[in-house]
């Protein structure tokens, strides 16, 4: 739910558009960094080295998977979103916890049973999934049509789809079958690593921004700037899809 203080904002003071343009501005800069990153590609150096292994190396798909969740700047704007306007521990553990569930099933089944889905179109969906959250954090979907979604079961089937987004790109690099499932177990842990990293980092910068007097007045606009981003990873992948 989004507090009734910000829901009820109509006008942005010339402080509030300064944050949030600077806000969309670091969004933009991380979300341009890299074209691999925003298509849930893994480096050229360890793309390399998931095609030429053979056999069981735990350390190094734990390593893969931490430094693919750290860098996938989608799965942190999303989190971001879930854990936006959540204060208890309990309720961000549920969250992140069903969120874990659902990328993890995917991509570990994903990969297992060789499901891929087209990789531009999965991310244009896991953009829309920043805009969704964006979207719920200010209230839209109240005023819009009356209702509240269900947001746990929403942060699980968008969960999914993050999943898919990584099987579908692992499965174009051909991984070996020996040693393919304790590979992907491993990398599972590293991504999980990875999310706990990310979670943490977010925590103690949204933990420092709660405590301002300016965090309720500029909560709107960094929604709003989130949700550009979203649509800009949607733009950025559904034109990818169209001209490859």
């Not at 204060?87 to 994903?110: C, E, K, N, P």
């Not at 921004?209 to 992948?237: D, E, I, S």
Request: hydrophobic share 55%.
């Amino acid at each position: 739910m989004f507090p009734s203080q910000v829901r009820g904002a109509l006008g942005l003071p010339m402080m509030a558009r300064r944050h949030a343009l600077a806000f969309l501005t670091l969004l933009l800069m991380l979300l341009g960094a890299s074209g691999e990153v925003l298509a849930h590609a893994v480096a050229e150096g360890d793309k390399g080295y998931i095609q030429e292994i053979y056999g069981v190396h735990l350390i190094s798909f734990m390593y893969l998977g931490a430094k693919h969740m750290v860098t996938g700047y989608d799965h942190i704007l999303f989190l971001l979103g879930v854990i936006f306007f959540l204060y208890r521990m309990q309720h961000i553990a549920i969250y992140v916890s069903l969120f874990a569930i659902g990328h993890s099933t995917t991509m570990l089944l994903g990969v297992y049973f060789n499901i891929g889905i087209n990789s531009y179109l999965i991310d244009a969906i896991i953009g829309l999934s920043v805009v969704y959250k964006a979207l719920d954090n200010i209230g839209a979907y109240q005023r819009w049509f009356g209702f509240q979604p269900n947001t746990k079961v929403a942060t699980l089937v968008f969960g999914l789809f993050h999943g898919f987004g990584l099987s579908s790109k692992i499965i174009e690099y051909d991984i070996s079958p020996d040693g393919l499932v304790p590979n992907l177990l491993a990398f599972n842990v590293g991504v999980e690593i990875g999310q706990l990293l990310a979670l943490s980092a977010i925590l103690i910068v949204m933990g420092f921004w709660r405590r301002t007097t300016g965090f309720l007045r500029h909560a709107y606009t960094a929604n709003v700037a989130m949700m550009c981003a979203g649509f800009m990873l949607v733009g950025y992948q559904l034109t990818g899809y169209f001209i490859a």
